[in-house]
């Protein structure tokens, strides 16, 4: 038996909508086995709601079973006498952050864990030191937790589990308010404990780059494990994991895309060394036949759209808590013009100051320094009517849906315009369009939020700004926590109001894919300075320089790159899988030719 392990488990949440009456049932996992081995490193994928996060909770005693029974080293989880032992065994890093968060300064919360276990102080502060490091906070170990931005936040939380020395560990969502460098930092901490201390990692991800590191991979589908396997056999089977709404990494796709294009490439590649090994391989012949498209790249912009001004930034600084030994210079002299109907990306390392500088878009936060002007009006002049810039530039925070309150969907998503004092069948008009444009019909008005999944929360929350008729649009990490499929169809939508509605759009995002997929322009702040602002091909160009200040550029950029040096004539500057396949068949074919 395995330091896991699972027979037919399953769990219901019962909701009583009356005292009562009969609860409805809702089977959140159902029929579930594993066995895990100790040591082992491993990866659950599964749409949103698919039941990843009530498996966790049943690994650390949080959830009894409904049906079924779980072990974690041997000890049943549902037995009271065991769920100390079994809580110190398996430790947990949730989602969110600040509800693990609990000490006022950050050693001291990374030092409660061991502390409760009863380990001798020496100890602790060796725990403590180790765990930091581990994690790239040894820098922040005396600043106040809620001082430091999300991703910085989490960073912590994991330090505080890893401090327990628990023998598994279990991660739901770590990273996914994590910049490229944090994520790329926290999967080695994680890998290391795993390899070197031996600690069993369960990662429950939306990432499928990250699954690429897992020995064994378990897929997860409405409640039931539908697949389970090494990454190479689950990545092959691109078609089926697509119906579960998730995807494969970058590369995989571009392999894919490659053989469907008639290439001899084999299955399941999961690295940019086995792509380039593939494609340098003798057997790789252009089909014949095989035909040069027509037009082949989207034609690339090569002068950002001008439009007329909307958001204007003159050297503008902020500094929190000014004065004081918790002074902190967040925006340093940015200067910024965003014009009417623009569709522009913001990315930065965590705590570069991102969330700082769209509060200043809407007059959240009133700079310590500098103007803002909107459509050319000082928004701090006197008699500025900041309540109205705010229902006309749109700020939909990170985890939205945390502000859902009211009862029902409907009533919830009216509630923008209601503050504008909009007569109640204005309000209920403009709330049902906005529902139309991120995808939810009639079906969902009489809705309670609780009762929807992640995606459909945020999509509420999305419609909850749209309802004010807002001129810009600005989203803080929209697609955070949502599986593949549902984070293409919300960008998608956002899109398609960009487009229909010329609505300016600001998004910030840590996932490069994202951001090249989508947007016309990316600023890129580094610790309160805006470095670059440019076009996305021209940005992800000055990858090295991104990977210096904590970000990277999208997995197809280092493809390209490693083909070029590898002797293969593509275009370094293609950012996303469409452009990639074309260039590599054009760079085979021109070298066939030119053998010829
Ligand atoms: N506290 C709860 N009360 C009632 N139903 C719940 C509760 N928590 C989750 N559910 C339901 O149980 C099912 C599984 O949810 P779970 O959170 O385990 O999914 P998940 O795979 O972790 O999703 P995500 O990727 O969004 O985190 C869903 O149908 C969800 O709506
Ligand atoms: N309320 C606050 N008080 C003091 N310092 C703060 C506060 N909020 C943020 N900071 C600090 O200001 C800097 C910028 O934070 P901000 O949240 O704007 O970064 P971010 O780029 O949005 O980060 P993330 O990607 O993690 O969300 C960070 O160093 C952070 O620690």
């Not at 001008?306 to 940015?334: F, R």
């Amino acid at each position: 038996m395995g330091i896991i392990k699972a027979a037919k488990l399953a769990f219901d949440y019962l909701r009583y909508e009356e005292e009562g009456e009969e609860p409805e049932v809702n089977r959140a996992i159902d029929h579930v086995d594993l066995d895990i081995e100790e040591g082992k490193f491993i990866a659950i994928l599964g749409h949103n709601g698919s039941g990843k996060s009530t498996l966790a909770k049943h690994i650390n005693g949080l959830l009894v079973p409904t049906e079924g029974t779980l072990w974690v080293d041997h000890m049943n989880t549902a037995s009271d006498a065991d769920i100390w032992n079994i809580r110190q065994k398996a430790g947990m890093v949730f989602q969110n952050p600040d509800n693990q968060i609990i000490g006022t300064v950050v050693e001291e919360d990374v030092g409660f864990g061991p502390e409760n276990l009863g380990v001798p102080t020496e100890d602790i502060w060796k725990r403590v030191d180790e765990s930091l490091k581990a994690v790239g906070m040894t820098a922040y170990r005396h600043h106040s937790p809620n001082k430091l931005s999300g991703g910085q936040k989490q960073r912590v939380a994991i330090a505080g589990v890893m401090a327990m020395h628990p023998k598994c560990i279990v991660l739901d969502e770590p990273t996914a308010m994590l910049d490229p460098n944090g994520r790329k930092e926290v999967l080695k901490a994680v890998r290391e404990l795993n390899k070197k201390e031996g600690v069993t990692v369960i990662l429950i991800t939306h990432y499928m780059e990250e699954v690429v590191l897992a020995d064994d991979v378990y897929v997860m589908d409405r409640g039931h494990i539908v697949m389970h396997g090494v990454p190479k056999e689950i990545f092959s089977r691109v078609d089926q994991l697509k119906k579960y709404r998730l995807d494969v990494p970058q590369v995989t796709l571009l392999a894919y895309d490659l053989k469907e294009a008639g290439l001899a490439i084999p299955d399941g590649i999961l690295t940019i060394p086995e792509l380039v090994d593939a494609l340098s391989r003798p057997e790789i012949r252009i089909p014949k036949g095989w035909k040069l498209p027509e037009h082949t790249q989207k034609k690339e912009k090569k002068e950002l759209p001008q439009g007329k001004e909307s958001i204007k930034l003159e050297h503008v600084g902020y500094t929190y808590n000014p004065g004081s030994a918790y002074e902190m210079h967040a925006l340093k002299d940015v200067n910024l013009e965003i014009p009417q109907g623009q569709f522009v990306g913001i990315i930065g390392h965590t705590g570069s100051g991102k969330s700082t500088l769209i509060q200043h878009f809407n007059g959240l936060i009133r700079p310590t320094e500098g103007h803002i002007y909107f459509e050319g009006q000082d928004i701090w002049a006197d008699k500025f009517p900041l309540r109205g810039l705010r229902s006309q530039v749109g700020l939909v925070f990170q985890y939205p849906e945390h502000q859902l309150f009211e009862t029902d969907v409907l009533t919830d998503v009216c509630f923008g315009p209601k503050n504008q004092n909009l007569p109640p069948e204005e309000c209920e008009k403009r709330a049902k369009e906005a529902l139309e444009h991120v995808g939810l019909d009639e079906s969902y008005y009489a809705k309670s939020p609780f009762e929807l999944s992640g995606g459909q929360k945020r999509r509420v929350a999305i419609a909850g700004v749209l309802a004010m008729n807002p001129k810009v649009l600005i989203l803080d990490e929209p697609t955070a926590g949502l599986d593949p499929m549902g984070r293409d169809e919300i960008l998608d939508q956002i899109a398609s109001l960009h487009e229909t509605r010329g609505i300016t759009i600001i998004l910030v995002s840590h996932s490069m894919e994202d951001i090249a997929k989508y947007v016309e322009r990316i600023i890129v702040m580094n610790h309160g300075v805006k470095t670059f602002d440019d076009a996305p091909k021209k940005v992800f160009a000055h990858y090295k320089e991104l990977e210096a200040i904590g970000l990277a550029a999208p997995q197809i950029t280092y493809i390209m790159y490693a083909l070029k040096e590898k002797g293969l004539d593509v275009d370094t500057s293609a950012i996303n899988v469409d452009e990639a396949t074309t260039s590599i068949l054009r760079a085979l074919w021109k070298k066939e030719e030119d053998h010829k």
